[in-house]
């Protein structure tokens, strides 16, 4: 089991977030922007098992991967499955206690392992036919790049999740990514069922959501909407249109419409997977519009710079939300979506240097530059003064021509820019995975001054 970190904070979020939910207005979007988001979104692997009613039929089964419960006179229906790990048993053991009939139908709102993880528990009956398992038709596709490029993924998330024992790479194959819906939901073509006289609608956006296969469930007469990671962990925030551990781009005119139909849905209460359900037909209305309109305004600049002759790296540096649009980019960040938007518009080539047209990177050259400089402790020197103007940034990249050939003084310097790098960011919009990285970064060149390998000079 791993170490409970810090459980307090994670309290505060949820009588904060309470707090919040009540006190917010149309207008007060900026309240919402909360600074402790990175250590939040880390505690989501230690949230624990309890089960919450959200009506009287409806259960919510609290995890790391949520799973919802929804009872009727004929049997009961799950929204997704919880993680593949030892607390999934804690879950399907609350599953036992609450449900009122057998388990008819299985709705995985997408590939991700907190909401498919527990899938195989349930094989045997959904290869008997006993349960549906109901799955957008891109399900299996996304969780096939999940599935092949386990050993690519891991080596990236190693670095992002370094407390997560579930990262183990020795770990049996993921059968939850191989399995396919037996109930597949296409857009444009809702899959409607009643049972016990409760009517479920499956809708299928077009890339709604974490990945191509998000599916929400609408429950039109209580007007709950499931929307499994529609919104990212957070709520109301930036959506994650590129997650750097590593996934494929999602399309933000596509995740715009995905927020319209919310919109013309009017749900009264959103049954979120990670850490709260959203209550209040005003207030959902409300940030749902300005999650909206946030990527629509990304979106509008970004094509603009790029019409204007605009650089991906000014357009980065330049496009920043407005007051009123503001919402937390704790997991979504808005410099990262402007580039994900120009590369999924544009492609890798920049029109910058023909250079890149092959297989030579630029890093090819960085033992002539180190040379030329006379040596690596050049470049630390001249990142000082870099460091001492407060562009960190510029240090880096100057530190980086020297990877492979650190010397103390390199580390020490790329140490000091990381630090800064950290510090700015936890308190300024404090994502999770920028301080996941930075952090990592720090370690990896802690651990190489402390170890033997740390040269005094490379020349
Ligand atoms: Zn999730």
Redesign the pocket.
């Known amino acids: 089991m791993p170490v409970r970190r810090a459980p307090s904070i994670l309290f505060l979020f949820i009588a904060n977030s309470l707090l919040g939910l009540a006190a917010l207005s149309d207008s007060a979007f900026a309240q919402a922007v909360e600074a402790d988001v990175a250590v939040r979104v880390d505690d989501l692997q230690f949230l624990e098992v309890s089960v919450q009613s959200i009506n009287d039929f409806v259960f919510k089964i609290e995890g790391e991967?949520a799973i919802f419960l929804i009872n009727t006179s004929e049997g009961s229906v799950l929204v997704d499955t919880g993680t593949p790990y030892a607390q999934n048993e804690e879950q399907r053991r609350a599953i036992r206690e609450h449900a009122t009939g057998p388990i008819k139908k299985i709705i995985v709102t997408h590939f991700?392992g907190?909401?498919s993880g527990g899938l195989p528990k349930w094989k045997k009956e959904i290869d008997s036919g006993e349960i549906e398992f109901v799955g957008h038709h891109r399900y299996g596709y996304m969780s096939r790049i999940q599935d092949e490029l386990t050993p690519f993924f891991l080596r990236r998330y190693h670095p992002l999740y370094p407390t997560r024992v579930s990262l183990d790479p020795n770990r049996p194959p993921a059968i939850h990514w191989k399995m396919e819906p037996t109930r597949p939901v296409f857009p444009g073509s809702d899959y409607e069922f009643e049972l016990g006289g409760v009517k479920f609608v499956v809708i299928a956006p077009e890339n709604g959501g974490e990945g191509e296969d998000g599916v929400l469930l609408w429950l039109p007469e209580s007007k709950i909407l499931f929307t499994g990671?529609l919104f990212g962990?957070l709520y109301p925030m930036f959506p994650n249109l590129y997650t750097i551990r590593g996934e494929k781009y999602r399309d933000p005119l596509d995740y715009i419409d995905a927020l319209d139909l919310v919109l013309d849905l009017n749900p009264e209460v959103i049954a979120h997977?990670?850490f709260r359900v959203i209550e209040g037909r005003d207030y959902i209305q409300a940030s749902v519009r300005t999650m909206r309109d946030a990527v629509q305004y990304m979106w509008d600049e970004t094509v603009e710079g790029m019409n204007a002759g605009k650089t991906v790296w000014e357009m980065m540096r330049d496009i920043r939300l407005p007051k009123h649009l503001e919402v937390s980019q704790g997991h979504g960040k808005v410099s990262w979506s402007v580039r994900a938007t120009h590369d999924i518009i544009t492609g890798w080539y920049y029109y910058d240097t023909i250079a890149n047209m092959y297989h030579v990177p630029p890093s090819a050259i960085n033992g002539d530059l180190i040379e030329l400089a006379g040596g690596a402790d050049a470049l630390a020197a001249r990142a000082r003064v870099y460091l001492s103007q407060g562009q960190s940034l510029e240090a880096i990249r100057l530190l980086d021509i020297a990877a492979g050939h650190e010397t103390r003084a390199v580390l020490e310097a790329r140490i000091q820019a990381v630090e800064k790098l950290i510090s700015a960011s936890k308190s300024g919009l404090a994502n999770y995975s920028e301080i996941g990285l930075l952090e990592a970064d720090l370690r990896a060149s802690r651990a190489l001054l402390s170890g033997t390998s740390a040269k005094q000079s490379t020349r």
């Open positions: 991967g991700h907190d909401h990671d962990p997977t990670h």
